[in-house]
């Protein structure tokens, strides 16, 4: 199976401001997705990341707020723009292969 | 559209005793389905999966059956270990996107 790795593992911010988080695959895979896990909460997918298009995002996340870029089949990026408290979650990238998605290690992200 | 719906926890066991966990699912088409595992402090793991109706998935003592008449993939484990705790969720996705829709998790914990 695919290793992912994240970047950061986790990180304080503040208001306002705004964080991008890397993933790292191990291998060339097409299908890579970003997923939200809030305080206590389920997984919610915020949109699949198209390398050399732009990202697909699922009902109630937009592109100005979580801008994703996927230059090549291995990486990504997930921005979390203008934070607000409500942003505080775990970000999870995944990648489907093989019939399977697998999970990377997720970035914890507080908001004060 | 694609929903899980997942008993809810949290659960609480001896060790060896019977673990079941229900989930049934609303899906257009023939969905795979999916049973993730989150330890604490850890990542999120695939524990099994099923492709097609009938099929059974297993992994580390746990069973879970695609049953298409029922719409159901409840997780069962017939001797639980204290290293069983953890947050289980259910998730199906269709064929050909990948896509998850996961349940709300369910929080075993398992005494000694």
């Known amino acids: 199976s695919a290793v992912i790795s994240q970047k950061p593992s986790r990180d304080i911010c503040q208001r306002g401001t705004s964080l991008t988080i890397q993933c790292q695959v191990d291998?060339?895979?097409?299908?890579m997705f970003w997923y939200r896990q809030q305080p206590g909460q389920s997984l919610t997918l915020i949109a699949t990341a198209n390398q050399g298009s732009e990202a697909t995002y699922e009902s109630g996340f937009v592109i100005d707020k979580f801008p994703i870029s996927r230059p090549n089949l291995t990486f990504s990026t997930l921005t979390v723009s203008n934070m607000s408290p409500e942003d505080s979650s775990i970000y999870l990238c995944?990648?489907?292969?093989?019939?399977?998605?697998?999970f990377g290690p997720g970035t914890r992200l507080t908001v004060t | 559209g694609n929903s899980v719906t997942q008993m809810e926890g949290p659960v609480t066991l001896s060790e060896e005793a019977f673990l079941t966990i229900n989930c049934t699912y609303t899906?257009?088409?023939?969905?795979?389905l999916f049973w993730y595992v989150q330890y604490p402090g850890e990542g999120l793991q695939l524990l099994l999966k099923a492709t097609k109706a009938d099929d059974k998935g297993s992994n580390k003592g746990f069973e879970a059956t695609y049953r298409k008449e029922t719409t159901s993939f409840h997780l069962e484990k017939g001797s639980v270990q204290v290293s069983d705790s953890a947050v289980y969720f259910c998730a199906l996705s269709d064929h050909d996107d990948y896509k998850l829709s996961f349940g709300a998790g369910t929080t075993v914990t398992v005494r000694a």
């Open positions: 899906a257009t088409g023939y969905p795979s």
């Open positions: 291998s060339q895979v097409t299908m």
């Open positions: 995944s990648v489907a292969e093989t019939g399977t998605v697998y």
